[in-house]
């Protein structure tokens, strides 16, 4: 039995050549989004299909802007949460004799699953966004042969969760989570071969963004991120399971909390940012394999910033 584990997060002190990273910084402020052509209220369906190629503005094609998932404003408490494919998830499943699936998102795309709540007036505001249990699961089960996972971006891919939280007089409280970006797993039943492949040509984002405002009063912001993605292959037998990441473009993951006012709280919290696993319960090889190019750069961050200013 081989089993292979990697997972990459916020290591203190850790080096890029131990991480098998060879770009690592700071992440960069997104560019305009799908949902800035929304209007709010909107909830967007994703989709769980056995269907295979996929292609994610397909999916989206309710809106020409390719968004799913969830975006709502209010002058109060506002809540954002996609937890299930009528809110936005996207799930592609199949059991079979042989197993492939491919997620596709090609160049001329710009596709988001996004939890985004906006809650702004005078008095005390609280904005909450959510992507529960994964915004994009793939899954395979091959019973009698091999299996292959494909996901393959070449586009923009933004997954989101977004809290903005804007009180004039009141406080502010913003809570932003996801709770799983790119999840793939595969299991092979027969003594076969299990791959996993996740291929990114372009912008990958996946973060959790809160933002509390509140100038005459308390402002608490949260952002958590909870494993960005996760690649799993499983023979149960003998055969090889592979798990492959490779990156050409640039893959962003990131929780930034920001909170202004006459007191502040701001905590950002990053789990796992790349988490790989490979097991063969007979003879072959568990194989975890991450390349970045000398052209492709992969920023994992998690950044708190709070500033406070007490008037007499």
Known sequence: MKTSHRRIALLTGASLSALGVTALGIASPATAAPHDALAAPTTN????????PIDLCTIGAATADCFMGVYVTNDGAT??????????WVRQNLTDGT????????????????AIATASGAATQTANATISSVAIRQTGSATTGD????INNGGTL?????ANATASTGNANANASVQGGIWQTLTVAADADGTVNLTNAGTLTIEAVANAHAPSGTANAIAT????????????????????????GTIHEAASANATGSSALASANLTTGIWQSASVTGAGDA??????????????????????????
């Open 45 to 52: 369906s994703g989709t769980s299909t056995t269907a295979s």
């Open 79 to 88: 809540t954002a949460l996609v937890n299930s494919t009528a809110t936005g």
């Open 99 to 114: 197993v492939e699936l491919t997620i596709d998102n090609p160049a001329a795309n710009s596709a988001e699953i996004g």
């Open 147 to 150: 299996g292959v996972l494909n």
């Open 158 to 162: 933004l997954i989101d969760a977004l």
């Open 225 to 248: 991120l909870d494993t960005a993605i996760f690649q799993g292959a499983f023979v149960n037998g003998d055969g090889n399971a592979v798990t492959n990441l490779t990156n050409t």
């Open 287 to 312: 194989t975890n394999n991450l390349t970045n190019s000398p052209t492709g750069v992969i920023n994992i961050t998690a950044a708190a910033h709070a500033t406070g200013c007490r008037r007499s």
